[in-house]
């Protein structure tokens, strides 16, 4: 059983959701260290004036974990996310699909960082046709640090391999660790393929709203591509 591990993030890219798909159990890390000017709380759309940095203002203490993450919720991030993505991909073949659930989103008052994310990412995930199990970290409760930590994950939902992206293989994981506990690991070699774009040039890793509203029901295909 393949298993893939991530944290918690707004609007994923596309990197993110093949190893969803790829995989056979997703486990979401929803607990871990919150890093500043990381990815938990922004992403990258495509818009006519280029590419935009979409950044949900949080408050959190150094150190802090992603579930003890707030939203500030007095500034108006929301209506300003939703009306880049309306402009930008208001003309998008499938923007319509999904607008009423974007919409209804930014209409919503968040205080957890979590809540939002996730929310989000089992939308996204169903309307990319993926059945991958979701997992959340914090309801595995397993002790370890580093790749022990990981392998303990993996051993807990049952899995036998590990699928990582390249730029972990290459750094902090443990390989040895790995092996010695049986789990092979699967390097994650990917690049977006190109698919039609509104607003020019196609630019790569993007929020997943990029894929789904301009190929529909043609996204979990060209991930996996």
């Known amino acids: 059983m393949l298993v893939a591990i991530h944290q918690l993030h707004y609007l994923p890219w596309l990197r993110y959701f093949e190893k969803i798909a790829r995989s056979d159990v997703f486990i979401v890390l929803d607990n871990i260290q919150f890093t500043k000017n990381g990815w938990q709380n922004r992403n990258m759309v495509k818009t006519a004036n280029g590419?935009?940095?979409?950044?949900?203002?949080v408050q959190a203490f150094a150190g802090?974990?992603?579930d003890?993450?707030?939203i500030n919720d007095k500034a108006p991030w929301r209506k300003k996310h939703w009306r880049t993505i309306a402009q930008a991909y208001g003309k998008a073949p499938y923007f319509d699909d999904h607008a009423p659930f974007?919409?209804?989103?930014?209409?919503n008052?968040?205080?957890?960082l979590n809540d939002l994310n996730r929310y989000m990412l089992e939308y996204f995930t169903k309307a990319l046709g993926v059945d991958t199990r979701l997992v959340y970290g914090s309801d595995l409760r397993v002790s370890g640090a580093?790749?022990?930590?990981l392998i303990n994950l993996i051993r807990a939902v049952g899995g036998?391999?590990?699928y990582t992206g390249e730029y972990a293989a290459r750094t902090y994981l443990d390989v040895p660790r790995f092996e010695c506990a049986g789990i092979p690991i699967r390097v994650q070699e990917w690049e977006s393929a190109?698919?039609?774009?509104?607003?020019?040039?196609f630019v790569a890793d993007l929020s997943i709203v990029d894929l789904l509203l301009n190929t529909g029901p043609e996204s979990s295909s060209i991930l996996l591509k």
């Open 194 to 201: 190109e698919y039609p774009q509104l607003h020019g040039e």
């Open 102 to 107: 974007l919409e209804g989103v930014y209409a």
């Open 51 to 57: 590419v935009v940095l979409l950044t949900v203002p």
């Open 64 to 66: 802090c974990r992603l």
């Open 160 to 162: 036998d391999e590990y």
């Open 68 to 70: 003890q993450v707030v």
């Open 109 to 112: 008052s968040w205080s957890c």
């Open 146 to 149: 580093a790749s022990e930590r």
